[in-house]
């Protein structure tokens, strides 16, 4: 069997929900939720079924999409920040936006906070509400 066979069914699944990629917004997350909910509804209860696997990546995409658009009351910048950086693979020298790998190395350690110049690159660039970064 080819591999882009046995990928077709991934590539349809990808084509429908886009779940190769993170959510783009509110009305991609619902679906992906109500795709999720019936998936997991008619699985057997058997942990090792490979369909919870999928389960468990939509179920992660939406965890990165409600972190990002709806942090939890409390959490710093930093963590904000650290949550952005591990969702889009990007290290401390990364982010020009901010300044050198140190600054960003205070940030995450909340010895610093980002100004307001840095919080509109970094929403831009991440395509996230202000709000998100605000402190």
Do not use: Y
């Not at 009305?27 to 209860?45: G, I, T, V, Y």
């Not at 930093?78 to 990007?90: F, K």
């Not at 307001?116 to 660039?125: D, G, I, N, Y």
Request: aromatic share 4%; glycine share 6%.
């Amino acid at each position: 069997m080819k591999a882009l066979d046995i990928a077709a069914p991934w590539i349809a699944l990808d084509a429908a929900l886009g779940v190769s990629r993170p959510v783009v917004d509110e009305a991609h997350c619902r679906r992906l939720e109500a795709f999720a909910e019936e998936l997991a509804e008619s699985l057997p209860d058997e942990a090792d079924h490979a369909g919870w696997g999928l389960v468990r990546l939509v179920a992660e995409r939406i965890r990165e999409f409600e972190e990002r658009h709806h942090p939890q009351p409390g959490a710093t910048q930093g963590q904000v920040l650290r949550a952005l950086m591990r969702e889009h693979g990007l290290s401390q020298s990364d982010l020009p936006e901010i300044g050198s790998q140190s600054v960003v190395s205070e940030l995450l350690s909340a010895k610093r906070t980002l100004n307001l110049r840095q919080v509109k690159a970094l929403a831009l660039r991440f395509r996230v509400p202000i709000e998100v970064l605000l402190p």
